[in-house]
T-cell receptor
Framework: DAGVIQSPRHEVTEMGQEVTLRCKPISGHNSLFWYRQTMMRGLELLIYFNNNVPIDDSGMPEDRFSAKMPNASFSTLKIQPSEPRDSAVYFC?????????????FGPGTRLTVT | DQQVKQNSPSLSVQEGRISILNCDYTNSMFDYFLWYKKYPAEGPTFLISISSIKDKNEDGRFTVFLNKSAKHLSLHIVPSQPGDSAVYFCAAVIQGAQKLVFGQGTRLTINP
């Protein structure tokens, strides 16, 4: 069974460019999470969705960041315009939304470098 | 405000010995805790969890202990193996909620 799939695995872009990160959650999972990992701040939650609906985007750093989940099998995280401080590893995770199930399953991450 | 803290950035243990990784939390509302393991260039993978109604949970070589009064949990790995070398994250959640709050991680190195 395939795990969470993220693309691209690596992205190098210039400041000011638009960046789109993609995620395919595990089939049957109905909650999806976007995280960012940096040395300074560790692993921080940006936004999460339940049944394709954004529930909490309080972790999104600023308006340059946006996330969508058009259907149960696909989500995007977009940064426009990108800045060097956005350089980080971005993880997508999914889980089944049911009582007592707290384990999230992570994708391999996208390493973003903004020059 | 760091609600979940792993105060040791790194730990080195000899193969075959016990590894003990520690985690402290400040939010008394947290009542479910998880440990994740992360290898380089991979995402974190779930390892073991514990509910606040327990003080110990064991799964093979891995045991998690929870001390609610001290707001402290620890992960014991015994015996430690070279494949255990990774970064370990603890995470906490309020049951019924969805958001995991992660610690900064501890890099464990198992020496042969």
């Amino acid at each position: 069974d395939a795990g969470v799939i993220q693309s691209p695995r690596h992205e190098v872009t210039e400041m000011g460019q638009e960046v789109t990160l993609r995620c395919k959650p595990i089939s049957g999972h109905n909650s999806l999470f976007w995280y960012r990992q940096t040395m300074m701040r560790g692993l921080e939650l940006l936004i999460y969705f339940n049944n394709n609906v954004p529930i909490d985007d309080s972790g999104m750093p600023e308006d340059r960041f946006s996330a969508k989940m058009p259907n149960a099998s696909f989500s995007t995280l977009k940064i426009q315009p990108s800045e060097p401080r956005d350089s980080a590893v971005y993880f997508c995770a999914s889980k089944i939304r049911q009582g007592g199930a707290y384990e999230q399953y992570f994708g391999p991450g996208t390493r973003l470098t903004v020059t | 405000d760091q609600q979940v803290k792993q105060n040791s950035p790194s730990l080195s243990v000899q193969e075959g010995r016990i590894s003990i990784l520690n985690c402290d939390y400040t939010n008394s509302m947290f009542d479910y805790f998880l440990w994740y393991k992360k290898y380089p260039a991979e995402g974190p993978t779930f390892l073991i969890s514990i509910s606040s109604i327990k003080d110990k949970n064991e799964d093979g070589r891995f045991t998690v202990f929870l001390n609610k009064s001290a707001k402290h949990l620890s992960l014991h790995i015994v015996p430690s193996q070279p494949g255990d070398s990774a970064v370990y994250f603890c995470a906490a959640v309020i049951q019924g909620a969805q958001k995991l709050v992660f610690g900064q991680g501890t890099r464990l190195t198992i020496n042969p």
